[in-house]
T-cell receptor, first 114, second 112 residues
Framework: DAGVIQSPRHEVTEMGQEVTLRCKPISGHNSLFWYRQTMMRGLELLIY????????DSGMPEDRFSAKMPNASFSTLKIQPSEPRDSAVYFCASGDGTFSYEQYFGPGTRLTVT | SQKIEQNSEALNIQEGKTATLTCNYTNYSPAYLQWYRQDPGRGPVFLLLIRENEKEKRKERLKVTFDTTLKQSLFHITASQPADSATYLCALVGNQGGKLIFGQGTELSVKP
C-alpha cells in the first residue's frame, strides 16, 4: 500500500487566495483526520470524518476553513481566503477505527501564505 | 484546562544507553495513550498504544508505562541507537471519545 497520499507537498500562495489541500487515505480505512502543525501550537486536530461523514469539526479555526469527503478515497481541506497566520504543515491521517486506534499520517503539505 | 506536557528540552544521550521520555497530563481521564515518532519533514508514525487498565507495554526495544494516579506516561528506548534520533509525541484519547490530543513532543538525539 502506498500509505496516505497528500498533495501538493508544498504550497506558496498570496494572502487572500484560495488554497485546496488534497488527501487520499489508505484503502479500507474508514476514518480520516486533518491536522495542522506549527511550532507554537504543535499538532492540532482540525476535523475528523468517519465513513465519509464529518464527526467533529470543532478544531476548524474559523469559517474560512472547510473540509469535504465526497467518497472513501478522497478528501479536501480548503482555506478561502488564506491569511499569513494559516502558514503551517497540514497533515492528513487515516485509521480503521476511532481516535483510540493508531492513525497513519501522510507526508504533509507545507503551506506558506505571504 | 486540559493540558499535556512533554519535556520541552531536547534529550541528548549516548548510544547504548536507555532514553526515558515523560508525558504528564492534567484535567484528563484518558482511556488510551499513544506514542508517535516524527522525523523532520515527515508525518508522525505510530509506535505504541496503552490502555488505562494496562500498566506497561513493550515492543522490541520500546517500553511504555501508564500511571493514571500520577497522570504520567514514561516512554523508554533501551540500547538506544543514532537511528532513534527523532521527536517523540504522546497523544491522549478521552474516555468519552473526542479528539486525540497531542503533546508538543520531545526531541531525542542519540550520539554515537
Amino acid at each position: 500500500d502506498a500509505g496516505v497520499i497528500q498533495s501538493p507537498r508544498h504550497e506558496v500562495t498570496e494572502m487572500g487566495q484560495e488554497v485546496t489541500l488534497r488527501c487520499k487515505p489508505i484503502s479500507g480505512h474508514n476514518s480520516l483526520f486533518w491536522y495542522r502543525q506549527t511550532m507554537m501550537r504543535g499538532l492540532e486536530l482540525l476535523i475528523y470524518f468517519n465513513n465519509n461523514v464529518p464527526i467533529d469539526d470543532s478544531g476548524m479555526p474559523e469559517d474560512r476553513f472547510s473540509a469535504k469527503m465526497p467518497n472513501a478515497s478522497f478528501s479536501t481541506l480548503k482555506i478561502q481566503p488564506s491569511e499569513p497566520r494559516d502558514s503551517a504543515v497540514y497533515f492528513c491521517a487515516s485509521g480503521d477505527g476511532t481516535f483510540s486506534y493508531e492513525q497513519y499520517f501522510g507526508p504533509g503539505t507545507r503551506l506558506t501564505v505571504t | 484546562s486540559q493540558k499535556i506536557e512533554q519535556n520541552s528540552e531536547a534529550l541528548n544521550i549516548q548510544e547504548g544507553k536507555t532514553a526515558t521520555l515523560t508525558c504528564n497530563y492534567t484535567n484528563y481521564s484518558p482511556a488510551y495513550l499513544q506514542w508517535y515518532r516524527q522525523d523532520p519533514g515527515r508525518g508522525p508514525v505510530f509506535l505504541l498504544l496503552i490502555r488505562e487498565n494496562e500498566k506497561e507495554k513493550r515492543k522490541e526495544r520500546l517500553k511504555v508505562t501508564f500511571d493514571t494516579t500520577l497522570k504520567q506516561s514514561l516512554f523508554h528506548i533501551t540500547a538506544s541507537q543514532p537511528a532513534d534520533s527523532a521527536t517523540y509525541l504522546c497523544a491522549l484519547v478521552g474516555n468519552q471519545g473526542g479528539k486525540l490530543i497531542f503533546g508538543q513532543g520531545t526531541e531525542l538525539s542519540v550520539k554515537p
